[in-house]
Every structure is written in structure tokens, then in C-alpha cells.
């Protein structure tokens, strides 16, 4: 779409300068014309002249009278000037008025078209793909071809990413049943949309957090809703050896932060300046 509207720009700019160049060029006003025209021949006379000197064809003071003779036909010409200044600042005007006129009807013919023949809601909507569309195409292929991982991956994922939770839990079951190694990343991702769905971290999410845990003992999401889930249950110090085993992992500053906070709060310890 942004290819599309750079190349109507440009054949829009295209067709403007081959209207308005010769407009403009012809606003030179004929006084103008005329002025600069004598002068080039006032200057080319006055060479042919100096030529014939030096040629011997005229003597000095002949030269020098018909020197004379063309700078008066020369200032005869701009006296007559004033006479004609006020129609050439009339037509200098014209190109300003007639320039804006034909921009405001290119832009007018232009965008009055492309709103009758044209979808403005691609430009509105450029960019963003319709998530409904792709999630009923990738169902449609899941339900086509049930054994394509990839396909069911990628449903998965655009229902999480559009909050369908519930039938993103069901899609990450039936790779994590059909996987045939166990898969501790999977799995997590299926406890995480299935506490999301349900709101309920004591249940089935917490089973499969820690069956996670089990095939991957520094499973990251793991280990901070294990703990969560420990904090419900009133098992303080449980949640703080979850929380303390993803305190020594490689974390970000501000995820760091927030799990130091949250086992701070259980045991009791306060921040104290160094």
C-alpha cells in the first residue's frame, strides 16, 4: 500500500510540473521580452562594430556615431517602458492564481476519485493483518491436516495473542499429547493459557507448572507461578525456595526487581542503603 500511494504521489507531482512549467514560462510579460531582446542586440551591434574598426571597414569616428545612434534607439526603447510596466505586473500575477487553482483541482479530482473507485479503509487498515481471518484459515487447516505441528503452533499462538485462551489451552494439549519427547516449554506454555482461561492457579495450571519443573528444573515460568501458587496456599517458605532458585539465574533488572519484591514481602526483609 505504501508503494502505492509513493507512486500516485509522484505521477500526481509528474503531471503538475508538465502543466505548470509552461504556464510559468509563459508569464514573462512582453515589455520584458522585448527589453531583453534590444539589449542582446544592442550588445551584439556594438561587437560587430569593434570587429569592423579593427578590420579597417570604419574609421573611429564613424564607429563611435553609430555606437551613438544604437544606445539612443537603445534608451528610446526603455522610456517606453513605464507605459507597459502595468500590464507585465498583471500578467506576473496570473501564474500564482492559475498555479493554485490547478493544484487544489488535481488534489480535489484526484481524491474525490480514489474515494468513489477506490478502498480508503486499505489505507486506514494498512499493515494490520485481520487476526479473525488468519485464525479461521489456520483452523481450517488444522482441522484439514490434525497432524501439522506448525499449523496447530501458529493457531495456537494467534489465539493467545487475541486472548482466546481457552481453545489456545485445548490446541497446546493436543501437541503437548502428540510430542513425542515431553516438551518443558510446551508444557508451560499450555499451563500458562490454561491459568489464564480459568483464572485458577491451583488446579490443572499448577500440575502442569510443575510437571515443567520436573523435565526442566530451571524452567523460569515455572519456578515464579510454583510459587505464586505456594504464596496462596499459605507455604511461605516453599515460595521463597521457588523465588530464590529464580534469583539465581541470569534475570533482567526489572524482572529481578519484581521477584526480589515479592520474596521480600514473605520473609520479611527490608531494602537497606549500602
Known sequence: MIVFLVSAALLVAA???FVL????RGAQSAADKRREANITIYHQRYQEIEREVGAGRLNRHEAEEEKDELGAR???????????MPSAQRKTRRPW???MSIVALFLIVGAGGYWKLGDWRAVENAGEPNAQTVISELQERVN???DDRKARMLLAQAQTSTGQFAAAAKNLHALNAASPKPRPQLIAAEADATLQATNDLQGKARDLFAQALKLDPKNRQALW???LAAAEQGDNSKAVGYWGRLLKQNLSD?????????RNELTGDKPTLN
Do not use: E, H, K, N
Not at 74 to 84: F, G, M, Y
Open 21 to 24: 512549467v509552461p504556464l510559468w
Open 144 to 146: 484439514q491436516y490434525p
Open 225 to 227: 507461578f510454583l510459587g
Open 97 to 99: 492564481l492559475a498555479t
Open 15 to 17: 503531471s503538475l510540473l
Open 74 to 84: 537603445l534608451l528610446a526603447d526603455i522610456d517606453q517602458a513605464p507605459s507597459l
Open 254 to 262: 526489572d524482572v529481578r526487581a519484581m521477584v526480589q519484591s515479592r
